[in-house]
């Protein structure tokens, strides 16, 4: 008796030095996974309504969301993750006062998905807009980079003509 | 002298003999065990574990996504638990669990994506990166992640989530154990309870919550447990303050669970009214299961909105406008999906698929036959007709709690009557016709068979 449980023993400590037998594939628990930096942020610039050009849909405004004193602006946008990033153009209508506070590059994977584009992977984006935004209006978003320069779907077309 | 010449073994048994001989064997088995009850137990635990180790560990440690049955934020549980955190609601998910579905996708939804490594944000994140695991109690996550650590010191994996799956097979070998004991305490042999419970193992319902971190991976554990306490109660040898406990742990598991404390109140009511039992017995009873699953659960909310740190978020599960629709489509829905079917979109073999159909007829057979043919006086028949209302009317009593609970309606899924499974398969555990032991022999081999080629 005491020496199978002398055998358990040694053979479970034994175990306990050795390599794990089930190393999950993928993720943080995996061999080979390595911690990268978020892609940087497209930059984005308030536009008057006036000086927008009628361009080509691409890409997608997905929300407006209001909240006090500020509004989120999410989406998918035609732009290079690559540097030169491009730029975002967030035109808003006349008389509203705003300030971009900051913008967030998203994972799409489902944009991925959809169009087959790899490389569109980081192509979503949080826009945090300082300023209040009517609840009756809309907003516009124009991209532009590499890739040509582009009226986002969803995008108030009185704002940007298509 | 001419019948020592016929009964000489040199002369062949006739076929009919053969015949009665091999039908005789279960019988025959489960006496020799029965003379040996710590040997039987011994290797009903080997045997069954075994088959626990062979359903879970394929599934378990496949490269592949994570479940779609919420693993995303059981996983996050579990790592919150492995450090002895606590998941509050409107608790955040921390970063292993969002590189885990970013880098291994979710199965049979979406695949790994390119942001693997990189911090996700929120807004990419079902609910806003918010927990919808904070609706459980912590037990299941905190026993799991204990266990999960053993399992990580003596190194099958490094990975909290990996080891929390493994766990998996010690949930489920003790689930099916106590339901093997629950169907002795009815009067069981042995072939049929272990056959009925490697069977119900390898069933395409307990292969998903097994192999997969979720607390329904103790629904046959705690289902066959309580059941285990009413069954005692009914004879008269567990005092109050066990069952009572009994009727409270579910609800500190998983709400859902307490389907078995209810209708073990619907069997003991069937015992008073078929003759076993005294009334006073069973209506005592009956209110402790009751009461005790409903101050188990109202006491798990207030627990819960006392540790919240954030107001609860909307639950892809939760519940739906009230439509009379949803509550007939309740009506008989366990009958046809436990332990049929998995609920999500799994990878099910066709061997599988086919192999667990004889299952569940027996189930059904044995439960609806013993309704129909038991004699009165039979000690079964509060069994079997507690048994057929739990797999007819399980569903429609867990949405009118629900109902009753937050004023909504909770769509039905087959791993919510999981504790209800053990109560399922005492009919077909105390069946003995041959018949029956040869179609589950074949239907729980086949359906181990197509594990085994996982390996």
């Known amino acids: ?162 | 002298m001419s019948t020592a010449v016929t009964d000489s073994p040199a002369v062949p048994a006739e076929p009919s003999r053969r015949l009665d001989v091999l039908l005789e064997l279960p019988d025959r088995v489960d006496r020799w065990l029965d003379s040996r009850r710590v040997l039987a137990w011994l290797l009903t635990a080997l045997l069954l574990g075994l088959v626990a180790m062979i359903v879970v560990v394929p599934a378990a440690t496949a490269p592949g996504g994570v479940s779609p049955l919420d693993e995303f934020w059981y996983a996050d549980a579990l790592d919150k638990a492995d450090r002895g955190e606590l998941t509050n609601t409107g608790d955040k998910v921390d970063e292993y669990a969002r590189q885990l579905i970013v880098c291994r996708g979710l199965i049979g939804v979406h695949p790994p994506n390119e942001g693997c490594g990189v911090p996700q944000p929120d807004t990419s994140l079902p609910l806003n990166g918010v927990t919808a695991a904070d609706i459980h109690a912590p037990t299941y996550f905190f026993l799991t992640a204990g266990v999960g650590k053993v399992i990580k010191a003596v190194a099958p994996t490094d990975d909290v989530l990996v080891a929390g799956r493994l766990a998996g097979a010690l949930w489920l070998t003790l689930g099916l154990l106590a339901m093997v004991a629950l169907g002795r305490a009815w009067g069981a042999g042995w072939i049929m309870p272990v056959l009925t419970a490697a069977g119900v193992a390898a069933s395409p319902l307990l292969v998903s919550v097994s192999a997969y971190a979720t607390p329904d991976a103790m629904g046959l554990l705690v289902g066959a447990g309580v059941l285990l306490a009413v069954t005692h109660w009914q004879r008269g040898t567990l005092p109050p303050v066990v069952l009572l406990l009994a009727a409270l742990t579910p609800a500190f598991v998983k709400v859902p669970f307490i389907l078995a404390p209810l209708f073990g109140a619907l069997l003991l009511v069937i015992a008073a009214l078929a003759k076993h039992t005294s009334w006073r017995r069973a209506l005592t009873g009956s209110t402790i299961l009751v009461g005790g699953a409903g101050a188990g659960m109202l006491a798990w909310q207030q627990i819960r909105g006392l540790l919240a740190v954030g107001e609860p978020v909307l639950h892809p599960g939760e519940p739906a406008p009230i439509v009379f629709r949803l509550f007939a489509e309740a009506f008989g829905f366990y009958l046809e999906t436990v332990p049929v079917s998995s609920g999500g979109p799994f990878p099910v073999s066709t061997v599988l698929a086919v192999a667990v159909q004889p299952l569940a007829w027996l189930l059904l057979a044995a439960a609806l036959g013993g309704v129909l043919l038991r004699r009165r006086d039979d000690p079964l028949l509060p069994v079997c007709w507690a048994a057929t209302a739990a797999m007819v009317l399980g569903s429609l009593v867990l949405s009118l709690v629900v109902l009753i609970a937050i004023g909504g309606f909770l769509g039905g899924m087959p791993r919510y009557g999981l504790a209800l499974l053990p109560l399922f398969a005492v009919p077909l555990m105390c069946t003995r016709v041959p018949l029956a032991v040869l179609v589950l022999l074949a239907s729980t081999g086949a359906m181990v068979f197509s594990h085994v080629q996982l390996w």
């Open chain 1, 1 to 162: 008796m005491r020496r199978t449980v002398a055998a358990a023993l040694l053979g479970l400590l034994l175990a306990g030095c050795g390599e794990p037998v089930f190393a999950p594939d993928a993720g943080p628990g995996a061999p080979g996974y390595t911690k990268k930096p978020t892609p940087r942020p497209p930059a984005v610039e308030l536009v008057r309504a006036s000086r927008a050009k009628p361009l080509p849909p691409g890409g997608a405004l997905d929300s407006v969301v209001r909240s006090d004193g500020t509004f989120e602006v999410t989406g998918w946008a035609l732009i290079d993750t690559d540097a030169p990033h491009g730029v975002l153009k967030l035109v808003l209508p006349a008389g509203v006062r705003a300030k971009v506070l900051k913008s967030e590059a998203v994972a799409r994977p489902d944009v991925v998905d959809a169009t087959g584009n790899l490389s569109l992977t980081w192509s979503g984006f949080v826009i945090t807009v300082q300023g209040s935004l009517p609840e009756d209006a809309g907003v516009c978003l124009l991209s532009q980079s590499k890739q040509g320069a582009f009226r986002l779907d969803g995008s108030d077309t009185a704002l940007c003509p298509a």
